[in-house]
């Protein structure tokens, strides 16, 4: 099993750019998160899908939108990318009703210039 | 809104010492209280979860404690070794038809030998 998957590892965008970060889990979890991870900040929800055809805002959600396309895989994408997203981003899932473990995926170091 | 607060933020000790890192919570209908280490450059993994209905949960020489009645949950590492180094972070799940996991800032934690 290759747990949560989040692909690229590191990404470089000029302001203004798209991308989209790609996550995909093999353990069959309803559970889908999306954190990004700043100095002395923790880690702060984006978007999170309890189930498959479900997103929800988190904490920090603007300039950011999601896609639950199935129950493997939840995208993040930025539209027009500003200096402020600047960060580490985590995919994470978990279990069946949310209340186990939250497994990460290996982050992806974004830099917006 | 959910809201989870962790303290300290930073935190020395040295080796053998105990280290105690505290968290609270905003909402009182979370039942699932997770704890993960993450080192440096790595993704962040789970040391011990505890749920609502248990006041406390060890694992070696890591506890968890939890009062509901004050909204607040605990880690205790006892004998800690330069291995524990690492940033260390509490979450809260709540829920109430939907789960949303949510970390508190985080507390670096370094064990001088």
């Known amino acids: 099993n290759a747990g949560v998957t989040q692909t690229p590892k590191f990404q470089v965008l000029k302001t203004g750019q798209s991308m989209t970060l790609q996550c995909a889990q093999d353990?069959?979890?309803?559970?889908m998160y999306w954190y990004r991870q700043d100095p002395g900040m923790g880690l702060r929800l984006i978007y999170y899908?309890?189930?498959?055809?479900?997103?929800d805002k988190g904490e920090v959600p603007n300039g950011y939108n999601v896609s639950r396309l199935n129950k493997r895989e939840f995208s993040l994408r930025l539209e027009s990318a500003a200096p402020s997203q600047t960060s580490v981003y985590f995919c994470?899932?978990?279990?069946?009703?949310?209340?186990?473990?939250?497994?990460f995926g290996q982050g992806t170091r974004l830099t917006v210039v | 809104g959910e809201n989870v607060e962790q303290h300290p933020s930073t935190l020395s000790v040295q080796e053998g010492d105990s280290a105690v890192i505290k968290c609270t919570y905003s909402d009182s209908a979370s039942n699932y209280f997770p704890w993960y280490k993450q080192e440096l450059g790595k993704r962040p993994q789970l040391i011990i979860d505890i749920r609502s209905n248990v006041g406390e949960k060890k694992d070696q020489r890591i506890a968890v404690t939890l009062n509901k009645t004050a909204k607040h949950f605990s880690l205790h590492i006892t004998e800690t070794q330069p291995e524990d180094s690492a940033v260390y972070f509490c979450?809260?799940?709540?829920?109430?038809?939907?789960?949303?996991?949510?970390f508190g800032a985080g507390t670096r934690l370094a064990v001088h030998p």
């Open positions: 899908s309890a189930s498959e055809g479900t997103t």
């Open positions: 994470a899932s978990s279990g069946q009703t949310g209340d186990g473990e939250a497994f």
């Open positions: 979450a809260a799940l709540f829920s109430g038809g939907y789960n949303k996991l949510i």
């Open positions: 353990m069959n979890h309803n559970s």
